[in-house]
């Protein structure tokens, strides 16, 4: 079953001569409960692509279906609502808020939203992600791959339709690279969470269950 459809996506920046066409109508499926990698080179436009499944950006022309819904369609308040509900979002530099505790960072797009915290579904993602003794703890008291896996968390406590990870290793050691990849994997498996992330490292990108190339704004290979 599809969970995300892409159709002849485009997106450009500028005009005229400083025109940049960073997506040129490019097309791909993910199936629900996929772990996908988007790889290539800075400029590749694989980050832009992610900002517009992510609803964070419109494209020039094209379609953008998760869920069967297309969000191309939606405006900005239906879309605000969509991306907080249905897509979790894992950044290269954590944005935690430094005067909550991690079960607050957790527990803070259901509060944002006015939904109810199941209490021991938190408990079992914070056991799973290997918090437990730090529930207590606020941001500058946690190591940068501490501060990653509550990120992870907090994506993940919506139950989203989709996972978007925006180079989730890029601002950590290789031990804590490593660990953040396994929880990726792990909540893959566990939760059958669909997972598309990016990244220019390719030893990151083989732990997906597969890899899509991009280059110049096109898909290369997938």
Do not use: W
């Amino acid at each position: 079953m599809e969970i995300l459809k892409v159709e002849n996506l485009t997106k450009t920046y500028g005009k005229g001569d400083t025109k940049v066409v960073a997506l040129d109508n490019i097309s791909f499926s993910v199936e629900k409960g996929e772990f996908v990698a988007i790889v290539g080179a800075s400029g590749s436009g694989k980050s832009t692509l992610l900002h517009l499944i992510g609803g964070v950006d419109k494209p020039d022309s094209g379609s953008i279906f998760i869920d069967g819904k297309n969000i191309c369609d939606f405006d900005e308040d239906k879309l605000a609502i969509f991306r907080r509900r249905q897509v979790g979002l894992i950044y290269q530099f954590y944005n935690l808020i430094p005067i909550l505790n991690v079960e607050e960072n957790i527990s803070l797009p259901l509060n944002l939203d006015n939904r109810k915290v199941d209490e021991e579904k938190l408990t079992d993602l914070i056991n799973l992600l290997g918090l437990e003794k730090r529930r207590k703890h606020l941001p500058n008291e946690l190591s940068g791959g501490q501060q990653q896996r509550v990120s992870i968390g907090r994506a993940l406590i919506t139950s989203p339709a989709i996972i978007l990870a925006d180079e989730p290793t890029g601002n950590l050691d290789t031990n804590s690279s490593d660990e953040i990849v396994s929880l990726l994997k792990k909540s893959n498996k566990d939760y059958k969470q669909t997972i598309i992330m990016i990244t220019h490292n390719m030893e990151i990108a083989a732990a997906a269950d597969r890899i899509i190339k991009i280059e110049d704004g096109h898909i290369r290979s997938m």
